[in-house]
């Protein structure tokens, strides 16, 4: 370091440099995140006294993971925890995330494990009461309510997987700051790694989230952990999901369904039933698709409504579903399909509260759209599989064989997919209408 930049002060969130030190980051605008940097080391000392050593892959045995009891947890994780693995999981409050993790310590504890819950938030008593209410209690779980992170990690020896709950509240020595401040927290994760990586046990510290939706504290305490979890739902909906946004042990593209109820966090078997209604008529700008969360297919029901405008600029809304993408098929209809939808309002929305993300949904979009502004009924028990191009053409989805067994099994008769598929129709589960373009698929069930 240059004689100039000694005793600088240093971001946590941005890494930004300054040489003074002020309340407020002069680049990113996080508030007490500023924090000296210490010395650089000797030029010429050894950094570590730990020598490199040669590994072969080969004689690598992977560690056997540990089932967490909650099958759809154990999905989203890539089939349950790694021992010395540290995972964030994150959510706003209220939205189970103390249920479930507590939850999983009972289950791991009914199944011979010691699990160490510590909570720097909730006195024993409050946390013995939910967890008799859960069904949780057992005797291989043990508390540790405090905010001192040094004597909780002291008590570890002998358990298998401890939950720090959560990291924001905890309290590491030697570390400058309140509780909860940017040094802090990065000091608290770091320990908590350290003593999951020395005894190799699972763990997972809890994140809250801030108002802009993201974690809680330094950016970089996401790149600190193996895996990072949202656990998320609406206010009005019992159903929560759990997504890993980072997973180093195992897929990010999973999705585990819970339903919430009095005694706690349930699996939801039959997922594609949370999105469609099953309406025996068909109805004008109601069409089916099945998408993939994953290796999790659902059924997802896109509605949409065109009413006529006497304005120039006709309105164009949508829910679970983005705008851009409404506005920009809506233009492929006109121009390729000669289905005009410059006289109407458009409004489309996903039924139950799904976000579509994945292009294997253009299709029902396109369809539904049509439909709507031509007032003519899709047929029924029919889905539409296909990602839409500008020029007008239908490409082929990923995985079809497995969206196509999922419609099979709720029922579904008709799926129109692209010409390109490289399906054989007598292998098919239902009946299958191929179409080069839009303007094909159209006519095939638009009569």
């Known amino acids: 370091m240059a004689k100039g930049e000694k005793g600088r002060y240093v971001c946590s969130a941005c890494g930004a440099a300054a040489v003074l030190w002020t309340g407020k980051c002069p680049s990113c605008g996080e508030w007490g995140a500023l924090e000296k940097e210490p010395d650089a080391p000797v030029p010429g000392a050894p950094l570590r006294s730990s020598r490199a050593s040669r590994v072969d892959v080969a004689s690598v045995v992977p560690p056997e993971r540990i089932p967490a009891g909650l099958e759809e947890l154990d999905r989203v994780l890539g089939g349950g925890w790694v021992p010395g693995g540290v995972f964030l999981l994150g959510g706003k409050p209220g939205i189970g995330k103390s249920t479930l993790l507590l939850q999983t310590c009972g289950m791991m504890a009914s199944a011979g494990n010691r699990v160490l819950y510590i909570s720097g938030e909730e006195s024993e008593s409050q946390v013995a009461l939910r967890a008799r209410r859960l069904g949780s209690a057992s005797g291989g779980l043990d508390l540790f309510c405090d905010s001192d992170l040094s004597a909780a990690l002291f008590c570890l020896d002998g358990h298998r997987f401890f939950v720090v709950d959560s990291v924001q509240a905890m309290r590491a020595d030697g570390a400058e700051g309140w509780a909860g401040s940017p040094g802090q927290v990065r000091a608290s994760a770091q320990m908590c790694i350290a003593a999951a990586k020395d005894r190799g046990i699972p763990a997972v510290l809890v994140g809250h989230i801030t108002k802009e939706g993201r974690i809680a504290g330094p950016m970089l305490l996401e790149h600190m952990v193996d895996g990072v979890l949202t656990f998320s739902g609406d206010d009005y909906s019992p159903y929560r999901m759990l997504r890993a946004s980072k997973n180093r042990f195992g897929s990010t593209d999973e999705l585990g369904v819970f339903e919430m109820g009095e005694n706690g966090l349930f699996p939801v078997k039959d997922v594609s039933g949370l999105y469609w209604n099953k309406a025996e008529e068909s109805v004008p700008g109601v069409a089916m698709t099945v998408v993939l969360e994953g290796t999790q297919p ?121 010409s390109r598929e490289e399906l054989a129709a007598k292998k098919a589960p239902i009946d299958i209408v191929r179409a080069a373009t839009l303007n094909d698929a159209l006519k095939a069930v638009m009569r």
């Open 298 to 418: 659902l059924v997802a029901e896109i509605q949409s409504l065109a009413a006529a405008t006497a304005f120039p600029y006709p309105k164009r809304t949508g829910r679970g579903i983005d705008l851009n993408k409404i506005q920009l098929f809506t233009a492929v209809l006109e121009k390729r399909c000669g289905t005009g939808c410059g006289l109407f309002d458009i409004y489309v929305n996903v039924a139950g509260g799904l976000a579509l993300r994945e292009p294997g949904a253009d299709l029902a979009l396109c369809a539904a759209l049509a439909s709507a502004v031509r007032d003519v009924s899709l047929p029924e028990k029919c889905v539409f599989l296909g990602e839409v191009g500008l020029a007008g053409e239908v490409r082929p989805v990923v995985r079809l064989a497995r969206r196509l067994h999922e419609a099979a099994r709720l029922g579904f008769t008709r799926a129109v997919v692209s």
